[in-house]
């Protein structure tokens, strides 16, 4: 045992009466430095998790396959912890085909990809320890039914709430009346589900007859047109399949319009083209189809099943975001540009002086009349004069949004809008076939890089209802996406039954949904309980610091060895690695969880 060294004398110039021992304020200063020790620990602390499955995509990923589309060079993921048995995790199945996300081509060569374990994630603790939880926070909880299993989902309902989910939304209920609940607009921007990005074509579809879906348009009374709409080479804005942008001379001084057409192709349309059989292309409307899901799993051998079934998003969805770079190159008289987009009868509008900067939002109820135009309010912007804007305009929880290369406009509350309550739903007119639109006149200018994405449509579905009856409610409006009329009748008569749920949360009890509505486990779907026990919180989601490696070498797929292969029941499958192996990070995936 080492001996205390003894303590040196003290110098003469430290020498003389000590001053008085003062315990209560050593001990509160211990209190406070024990405190802040703990504190600091505590905001270091977190833990690390594997997101297993998809019921989170596509904000996180759990084990899932990639590849790109044969047809227009679109990104694909798609999820493949099906592959895997659910009790012991042997590999039984085989994921055999996937959907593009953007032309909904069919992607058999995804079989021959190698699987990628889900996101890594970095879970902090200490937040719930000191604060509340947050609505919209992402959140990691002990299952209710098997606390020994942790779960990863949105926090959507907070203690002593009644939630409803309804047309895809939610809705706070006081007993009386709804209110509709907003995510912020930053996580509202960061969480949107990617509809079609005009940067990608399928030429084949092209040549198949199938039109652009972004097209120079005008007003016509031709039956041929969408909701009056129709395609036209006599516009002043011209097209270049080149480079995927459009452009428009300064010398117009009426509205010129491009507009969004959504046709999006079915299984069928692609087999009909792939079989050089005549296919009638028809718009459909913006449904909430998650490419995550759209995958076919099938035998270790890979044999293509002829009756691929997938969720073609049978449910529409209003909630659209439209985005797009504009160059200006110069500007005549009276400068203006507008961004549109359509919900049933009314029509939401952006509408920018390009000489002074000034941006109004405008509704339009053309039921009752184009030319009755209600202004909700005007404000000040950076887009004035030539220069290259990034531009997005949202119609998303009720509200209107525009960013400005990447900065939110302000709006203030006029950008919250008022539409009918519980009683009353909307619904969609021929419009929401082309429900994007962006016009100019008096600019000379360049559009490019125009994109639309959704909002996440939660499904109002509870364990209570059939699964047999469900399903037949989503494959009949699936058939009428084309007619909206028809899918109007069709939702009216089964949507209070098998899209809408109410919720009462009790106190101390959380509600938690997921992204992925259409495959969630979550809270609608728990039997015997729909919340989560404050007791079983583990943590809030900060951060995907790993999503997975990228193979490099040997054609891009890396090089497997033993012992990292699938093991089946019956052995080893040598051909379908667990791992590869060189890769580099995939750094523009580690993001902060919003």
């Known amino acids: 045992m080492s001996k205390k060294e003894p303590s040196a004398p003290a110098s003469p110039t430290e020498s003389g009466t000590a001053p008085p021992h003062d315990g209560w304020r050593d001990s509160i200063e211990s209190i406070i430095f024990a405190f802040l020790l703990a504190l600091l620990f505590k905001t270091f602390e977190a833990e690390m998790f594997v997101i297993p499955t998809g019921s989170m995509a596509p904000t996180l990923y759990g084990r899932h396959k990639e590849a790109t589309c044969s047809e227009c060079g679109h990104h694909i993921v798609v999820g493949a912890s099906s592959e895997l048995d659910h009790d012991d995790g042997t590999f039984d199945s085989r994921v055999t085909e996937s959907i593009c996300p953007n032309c909904r081509a069919i992607n058999p060569q995804i079989f021959d990809g190698p699987p990628f374990n889900g996101d890594r994630i970095c879970v902090a603790k200490y937040p719930y320890e000191f604060w509340e939880p947050s609505r919209w926070d992402v959140f990691v909880f002990k299952f ?321 209802d059939s699964a047999f009856l469900v399903e037949d409610f989503v494959g009949d409006l699936s058939l009428c996406l084309s007619e909206p009329s028809a899918w109007s009748d069709t939702y009216m008569e089964k949507a209070g039954q098998y899209d809408y749920t109410e919720i009462v949360i009790p106190e101390d009890r959380f509600l938690a949904l997921g992204d992925n509505s259409p495959a969630s486990y979550d809270g609608r779907l728990w039997t015997g309980t729909e919340t989560v026990p404050r007791e079983f919180l583990v943590g809030k989601a900060f951060c995907v610091y790993w999503p997975h490696g990228v193979p490099f070498l040997n054609g891009g797929n890396g090089y497997s060895c033993w012992p990292f292969y699938h093991k089946t029941r019956r052995g080893e499958v040598t051909d379908y690695p667990t791992h590869t192996f060189p890769f580099y990070p995939q750094f523009w995936r580690m993001k902060r969880i919003r």
């Open 144 to 464: 209710p039914l098997k606390p020994q299993t942790n779960y990863i989902k949105r926090l959507v309902g907070l203690p002593g709430e009644t939630i409803r989910l309804r047309n895809g939304n939610v809705y706070l209920w006081d007993g009386e009346k709804e209110q509709i609940l907003r995510k912020a607009p930053d996580k509202q921007r960061a969480i949107q589900i990617p509809v079609h990005d005009n940067a990608y074509v399928s030429e084949k579809l092209l040549a198949a007859g199938w039109p652009e879906r972004w097209a120079a348009v005008v007003r016509t009374e031709d039956v041929a047109g969408i909701d009056g709409w129709k395609e036209t080479d006599a516009s002043v804005w011209k097209f270049n399949g080149q480079t995927r942008s459009f452009a428009v001379d300064s010398s117009n001084t009426e509205w010129a319009w491009v507009r969004y057409r959504h046709f999006a192709p079915g299984v069928q349309d692609w087999r009909d083209v792939e079989e050089d059989r005549k296919s009638i292309p028809q718009p459909r409307l913006v449904g909430d189809f998650c490419s995550y899901n759209a995958f076919d799993v099938g035998p270790l051998d890979g044999k293509r099943s002829r009756s691929l079934q997938i969720d073609e998003g049978p449910f529409w969805v209003p909630d659209l975001t439209v985005s797009c770079q504009l160059k200006i190159e110069s500007v005549s008289q009276n400068p203006e540009v507008m961004l549109e987009l359509t919900e049933g009868v009314l029509r939401y509008r952006c509408r920018i002086d390009v000489s002074t900067g000034s941006a109004i939002l405008e509704e339009v109820n053309v039921q009752m009349s184009e030319q009755d135009v209600r202004q909700l309010v005007t404000v000040e912007t950076s887009l004035r004069g030539p220069g290259t804007y990034d531009l997005e305009f949202a119609n998303v929880d009720d509200r209107l949004c525009l960013w400005i290369n990447g900065r939110l406009v302000e709006f203030g509350e006029s950008a919250n809008l008022t539409v009918p309550g519980a009683t009353s739903n909307p619904f969609p007119t021929d419009g929401d076939l082309t429900p994007v639109g962006v016009a100019a006149h008096g600019v000379q200018a360049t559009l490019s890089e125009l994109r639309i994405s959704r909002d996440i449509y939660y499904r109002g579905v509870d364990a209570e």
